[in-house]
């Protein structure tokens, strides 16, 4: 009797039962950034410190090649930004341990603009959703939430787009952006399941509030944010596709992020 090996039959055993290779990820489309640059005009929330960037060196050198690097500085919160569960949530997930696939995935559009641009302390709520819904069908599972206000035609032009210029603690109350109800936050942890939510406003509350509750809510489901974001009027309702990768600070409450979406074909 003629022994076959073992190995061998369970290579022909996997070759017949092994599925079909499904169709690669296509990166065919038009990609978007949604970053905002930092430099001097970059808009910080009216407490924090501005973004600087020092230079160490740039030109030729002795031995005759170019050469040039800078150090920055800049609070977390600023400019095109995540904010991690744990900046509003005591024990949630910091900049490090977000899982990268909260990070990346489909993303819809919730467009208010007519309503936010007639009215600066404009609450996304509930019905904003539900509209959106009636159109579009209902929030996919695990996907990326971005509320367009319209707002981002306003930068960087800090008075018109945060509601003052000023800086200083006097000056927070002084602030007028739209933002999410409180109550619209809840109705996604509870009734929708998101990845993560963004605005092109300086905050995921709007600029009156005192008690940051959708941030508080959200981040207490671990649901981060991306504040900041730019751009939002090129992408349609749905089918966009999103990378939002931002700096990996340890235990940090917030950073940097480089935002882009995809727009297939």
Known sequence: MRIVPTFFCLFLLWSCTAPEPTEAFSLDGDWIDLTYSFDEQTIYWPTADKFRLDTVAEGVTENGYYYSAFQFCAAEHGGTHLDAPVHFAEGKQSMDQIPIDRLIGPA???????????????????????????????????????????????????????????????????????????????????????KAIGLDTPSIDYGQSTLFESHQILFKANIPAFENVANLEKLPAKDAWVVALPMKIKDGSGGPLRIVALIKD
């Open 108 to 194: 819809v559009v919730i467009d208010i603009s007519e309503k936010a641009l007639t009215n600066k302390d404009y609450l996304v709520n509930v019905s904003d959703f539900e509209e959106w819904e009636v159109t579009n069908g209902p929030l996919p599972e695990d996907v990326i939430v971005l509320l367009h206000t319209g707002y981002g035609k306003f930068w960087p032009d800090r008075e018109s787009y945060m509601g003052t210029a000023e800086i200083g603690p006097e000056a927070v109350a002084k602030l007028h952006f739209p933002g999410l109800d409180p109550a619209a936050a809840q109705w996604l942890v509870d009734q929708r399941k998101i």
